[in-house]
């Protein structure tokens, strides 16, 4: 369709997570490496979180 916006992206980069959350990277990599993150996949080099994950991990720390 003309004038349509992308669709968003499946995935987010740790960087672009911890800054739509409004953490810092290292407190986010803190918080995977004590087990304490969302779900992560390895694509290579890089390290994502599936948009769909990183909603769920929210919204389960929220009603804790």
Known sequence: MAGSLPPEPLTLSLDDLAA???VSRRHLHQLLARGEGPPTI???RRRLVR???ADA???AREAA
Do not use: F
Request: charged share 35%; glycine share 16%; aromatic share 8%.
């Open 51 to 53: 948009r769909e994950a």
């Open 57 to 59: 991990w929210l919204k």
């Open 42 to 44: 390895r694509l290579g």
């Open 20 to 22: 739509s959350i409004g």
